[in-house]
């Protein structure tokens, strides 16, 4: 895998700014929309993938890896400017990757738009991207993620047929049944079983393949906390979905280290929890935003 240091100049019509936003008036063209759900798990490893934004950041590490490990060539911009300024060739992906809510140059990602047309385009939003426009539709179509989610959708892209075996029990650990309930409703309402404990315990519960976390009983902790708990629901237990309020990325990182796959931030969406089961069937009258108890 080889990191492109291309520097060809860019030459723009006189007097064109990269410097435009979101907030600007006025008609922008991104080039044709390249993102169409026939188009999933086609990205290219032969084509250069333009990584635009911090990778060494905590929270992109992981999908920074995921691209590193199934392309040949990474072309890596800091920013959306010197993406334009430095030109890379043979682009076949493009991810941006948003640390803040600082708004993204459209003449640049038009630029990018015209420049690369069949491109497929990421956008991943880190953990200070709140409140941030969920506009750029025209440049990225459906394929914008919350920092969570990056990892396992670009591993998706590059692995379509690398599904999980659907979920067939759950057990729910959580300190009270008030925390547990919205959760068994869910899993109910996704026809698969589930059981609510207090606390792991493999010795009681039998048949179970995934374990949802519920952060009333399952904070915040070290790797070796992580694997104790998990330890604790028996080997059959394969998945392990932690369910918890915002936290640090390196939290996350010592429960994914532990062997925790999925981490779903309350409030949580109910097709995330739809797809750390291993489905898609959500009816669309039930997507949307539960609240944590």
Same mark, same amino acid.
């Given at each position: 895998? &080889?990191?492109?240091?291309?520097?060809?100049?860019?030459?723009?019509? +006189?007097?064109?700014?990269?410097?435009?936003?979101? /907030?600007?008036?006025?008609?922008?063209?991104?080039?044709?929309?390249?993102?169409?759900?026939?188009?999933?798990?086609?990205?290219?490893?032969?084509?250069?993938?333009?990584?635009?934004?911090? !990778?060494?950041?905590?929270?992109?590490?992981?999908?920074? =890896?995921?691209?590193?490990? @199934? $392309?040949?060539?990474?072309?890596?911009? *800091?920013?959306?400017?010197?993406? $334009?300024?430095?030109? /890379?060739?043979?682009?076949?992906?493009?991810?941006?990757?948003?640390?803040? =809510?600082?708004?993204?140059?459209?003449?640049?990602? /038009?630029?990018?738009?015209?420049? @690369?047309?069949?491109?497929?385009?990421?956008?991943?939003?880190? +953990?200070?991207?709140? *409140?941030?426009?969920?506009?750029?539709?025209?440049?990225?179509?459906?394929? !914008?993620?919350?920092?969570?989610?990056?990892?396992?959708?670009?591993?998706?892209?590059?692995?379509?047929?690398?599904?999980?075996? +659907?979920?067939?029990?759950? /057990?729910?650990?959580?300190?009270?049944?008030?925390?547990?309930?919205?959760?068994?409703?869910?899993?109910?309402?996704?026809?698969?079983?589930?059981?609510?404990? !207090?606390?792991?315990?493999?010795?009681?519960? !039998?048949?179970?393949?995934?374990?949802?976390?519920?952060?009333?009983?399952?904070?915040?902790?070290?790797?070796?906390?992580?694997?104790?708990?998990?330890?604790?629901?028996?080997?059959?237990?394969?998945?392990?979905?932690?369910?918890?309020?915002?936290?640090?990325?390196? @939290? $996350?990182?010592?429960?994914?280290?532990? *062997?925790?796959?999925?981490?779903?931030? &309350?409030?949580?969406?109910?097709? =995330?929890?739809?797809?750390?089961?291993?489905?898609?069937?959500?009816?669309?009258?039930?997507?949307?935003?539960?609240?944590?108890?």
């Amino acid at each position: 895998m &080889k990191i492109s240091d291309s520097r060809l100049a860019d030459n723009l019509p +006189p007097g064109q700014s990269h410097g435009r936003t979101i /907030a600007d008036r006025g008609s922008i063209t991104f080039g044709d929309p390249v993102f169409k759900e026939s188009d999933l798990g086609n990205i290219d490893d032969e084509q250069t993938l333009l990584w635009i934004g911090d !990778r060494k950041l905590a929270e992109f590490e992981n999908a920074f =890896r995921v691209c590193e490990a @199934h $392309v040949s060539q990474i072309a890596f911009r *800091g920013s959306l400017q010197e993406a $334009v300024e430095r030109r /890379a060739s043979g682009v076949g992906t493009i991810v941006v990757a948003s640390s803040d =809510r600082s708004p993204l140059a459209l003449d640049s990602l /038009a630029v990018l738009g015209q420049r @690369h047309p069949d491109a497929t385009r990421f956008h991943l939003r880190g +953990p200070l991207c709140e *409140g941030m426009t969920r506009g750029y539709q025209s440049f990225f179509g459906h394929n !914008r993620f919350d920092w969570l989610d990056g990892e396992e959708e670009l591993i998706s892209q590059f692995s379509p047929d690398s599904l999980e075996t +659907p979920s067939r029990t759950i /057990a729910v650990v959580a300190a009270n049944y008030s925390a547990a309930e919205p959760l068994l409703d869910i899993a109910e309402q996704l026809s698969v079983a589930a059981v609510w404990c !207090r606390e792991p315990n493999a010795k009681e519960l !039998r048949g179970v393949d995934t374990v949802w976390w519920d952060d009333s009983f399952a904070f915040a902790a070290s790797t070796e906390t992580w694997k104790r708990r998990i330890k604790l629901m028996g080997k059959r237990a394969e998945k392990h979905v932690w369910i918890t309020n915002r936290n640090h990325a390196g @939290h $996350v990182h010592q429960a994914h280290q532990a *062997g925790v796959g999925w981490v779903v931030f &309350k409030p949580y969406r109910i097709e =995330r929890l739809e797809a750390s089961l291993g489905q898609d069937t959500v009816p669309v009258s039930s997507q949307g935003f539960c609240k944590a108890a």
